[in-house]
């Protein structure tokens, strides 16, 4: 009894000194994370992302292009460098599964891919503080001596804290602990207990304060015409929506899928890399919202128009739809060139744009019959949805919508049809006819 006594308590402890002491560590480390990405969009664009300028669009043409072509050509280098001579990082869900993350090749992995991002590069940053998270949490395990070989328990365990620490990382450098709980336990450990969930939420939490006293807080996306009421119209629009970015997120996923797997090896790096930065600055000429993570592009989802498309000129309202639609057609060609050139990198931000950009697109044109149901609200249903179907995780997709644009909890109810609806949806097309043989950047 009293040896049973013993490892209830050690393990108790663990828990919460990784909630506490690990949680910190990876939210400092997102935080720092997030800073770095401005000073390189400082040094690169001569801004700074920010709720008045969500990309680069006062930022000269020839330095978009430079910067980006730039960005990519020194990263390739260096990937080249870290991948051919050294030992190879390996992915979060291979850290979580047992493989050994090596510690500077892992900061220089995530900071690489920081840079690539502040440089404009079509590429999500979150990977990169999940990586770390994970790095991180194997180490702690080593400390705590959690996950011996032979032992099932300690290893189930060792499993556990990658998987949430990888998440933590995503709530912190988003201040999304919602999401990071849920990344964890939906997608990494697809695996749903009640001491899980309390521990991926804590870490997370932990995660996401520490994190914002290093950077900040503030809304990630300003979504126009944001209300806390939802109507029969707008319910009957998160349905179609649901549809739309079930079908579209699913062809996503199937990109994603087949560039991650068509990646180049060894010196293609070298000259694959700088032609995805010459071809993605050669887009952001005419259309700098391509660039980054895609923030910029949904932003321009979210602010929706002035007003309805019964006092917006008809010019206006087709001009915006034509803008968003070639928007959403870019992000996406430009993002899939960058992965399929041997970037690393996540799509969770580029899939929020695309379905900020086609919820937008659809809400446009509904308001015609609907003017009361808000564009940006659209835009707000059609990143849900469009996250959902392509990663396959609607409780993560619509936590992380949800808890970045500060949206009121009422609106769960619009979000969560559509949410539900394109999870089902993809779920059928990628199991059917688009059923991928690779793996999908997460």
Same mark, same amino acid.
């Given at each position: 009894?009293?040896?049973?006594?013993?490892?209830r308590v050690?393990?108790?402890?663990? *828990?919460?000194?990784?909630t506490?002491?690990? %949680?910190?560590?990876?939210?400092? =480390?997102?935080?720092l994370?997030? *800073?770095?990405?401005?000073?390189?969009?400082?040094?690169?664009?001569?801004?700074?992302?920010?709720?008045?300028?969500p990309?680069?669009?006062?930022?000269?043409?020839?330095?978009?292009?430079?910067?980006?072509?730039? =960005?990519?050509?020194? +990263?390739?280098l260096?990937?080249?460098l870290?991948?051919?001579?050294?030992?190879?990082?390996?992915?979060?869900?291979?850290?979580?599964?047992?493989?050994?993350?090596?510690?500077?090749?892992?900061?220089?992995?995530?900071?690489?891919?920081?840079?690539?991002?502040?440089?404009?590069?079509?590429?999500?940053?979150?990977?990169?503080?999940?990586?770390? =998270?994970?790095?991180?949490?194997?180490?702690?395990?080593?400390l705590?001596?959690?996950?011996?070989?032979?032992d099932?328990?300690?290893?189930?365990?060792?499993?556990?804290?990658?998987?949430?620490?990888?998440? +933590? =990382?995503?709530?912190?450098?988003?201040?999304?602990?919602?999401?990071?709980?849920?990344f964890?336990?939906?997608?990494?450990?697809?695996?749903?207990?009640?001491?899980?969930v309390?521990?991926? @939420?804590?870490?997370?939490?932990?995660?996401?304060?520490?994190?914002? #006293?290093?950077? !900040?807080?503030?809304?990630?996306?300003?979504v126009? %015409?944001?209300?806390?009421?939802?109507?029969?119209? *707008?319910?009957?629009?998160?349905?179609?929506?649901?549809?739309?970015?079930?079908?579209?997120?699913?062809?996503?996923?199937?990109?994603?899928?087949?560039?991650?797997?068509?990646?180049?090896?060894?010196?293609?790096?070298?000259?694959?890399?700088?032609?995805? %930065? #010459?071809?993605? %600055?050669?887009?952001?000429?005419?259309?700098?919202?391509?660039?980054?993570?895609?923030?910029?592009?949904?932003?321009?989802?979210?602010?929706?128009?002035?007003?309805?498309? !019964?006092?917006?000129?008809?010019?206006?309202?087709?001009?915006l739809?034509?803008?968003? +639609?070639?928007?959403?057609?870019?992000?996406?060609?430009?993002?899939?060139?960058?992965?399929?050139?041997?970037?690393s990198?996540?799509?969770?931000?580029?899939?929020?744009? @695309?379905?900020?950009?086609?919820?937008?697109?659809?809400?446009?044109?509904?308001s015609f019959?609907?003017?009361?149901?808000?564009v940006?609200v659209?835009?707000?249903? !059609? +990143?849900?949805a *469009?996250?959902s179907?392509?990663?396959q995780?609607?409780l993560?997709?619509?936590?992380?919508?949800?808890?970045l644009?500060?949206?009121?909890?009422?609106?769960?109810?619009?979000?969560?049809?559509?949410?539900?609806?394109s999870?089902?949806?993809?779920?059928? @097309?990628?199991?059917?006819?688009?059923?991928?043989?690779?793996?999908?950047?997460?």
């Open positions: 009894m009293t040896v049973w006594k013993d490892v050690n393990r108790m402890l663990w *828990l919460v000194v990784a506490l002491a690990l %949680g910190s560590l990876i939210g400092a =480390g997102a935080g994370l997030t *800073l770095l990405l401005y000073g390189v969009e400082h040094v690169m664009l001569g801004y700074v992302e920010g709720a008045g300028a990309g680069p669009f006062a930022v000269p043409a020839v330095r978009r292009a430079v910067s980006v072509t730039v =960005g990519l050509s020194l +990263a390739g260096a990937w080249w870290l991948r051919t001579k050294t030992t190879k990082v390996p992915s979060v869900k291979k850290a979580v599964a047992g493989e050994r993350m090596p510690w500077w090749q892992t900061v220089v992995h995530v900071v690489l891919q920081i840079f690539i991002v502040g440089s404009g590069a079509s590429i999500g940053r979150e990977v990169a503080p999940r990586e770390l =998270g994970a790095m991180l949490a194997q180490r702690f395990c080593d705590f001596h959690i996950g011996r070989e032979g099932a328990a300690g290893l189930a365990d060792r499993r556990m804290v990658v998987a949430v620490a990888a998440g +933590a =990382g995503l709530g912190g450098v988003y201040d999304a602990p919602l999401a990071g709980m849920f964890a336990v939906e997608i990494l450990l697809a695996d749903v207990t009640l001491e899980k309390g521990f991926a @939420l804590g870490m997370s939490a932990t995660a996401a304060y520490v994190a914002s #006293l290093v950077k !900040g807080r503030h809304t990630f996306y300003a126009a %015409g944001m209300t806390a009421d939802y109507t029969p119209s *707008l319910m009957l629009f998160a349905l179609l929506c649901g549809v739309a970015c079930g079908a579209a997120g699913a062809l996503f996923r199937k990109g994603s899928s087949w560039a991650t797997v068509h990646q180049p090896k060894g010196a293609m790096l070298l000259w694959q890399m700088p032609l995805a %930065g #010459l071809v993605t %600055g050669l887009v952001a000429v005419f259309a700098p919202q391509v660039m980054g993570n895609g923030r910029a592009a949904a932003q321009l989802a979210f602010d929706g128009m002035a007003g309805s498309a !019964g006092t917006v000129g008809s010019a206006q309202v087709w001009s739809v034509g803008l968003l +639609a070639v928007t959403f057609l870019v992000k996406a060609a430009t993002t899939l060139a960058t992965i399929r050139s041997g970037a990198g996540g799509v969770l931000q580029p899939g929020i744009a @695309l379905g900020a950009t086609l919820g937008a697109t659809l809400g446009i044109l509904w019959a609907f003017p009361g149901d808000p940006g659209c835009a707000l249903i !059609g +990143a849900a *469009l996250l179907a392509s990663q995780a609607p993560m997709a619509m936590c992380l919508v949800m808890e644009t500060e949206a009121p909890i009422t609106l769960f109810v619009p979000v969560g049809l559509a949410v539900a609806v999870a089902v949806l993809s779920h059928r @097309l990628l199991n059917g006819f688009l059923r991928p043989r690779g793996k999908t950047s997460i």
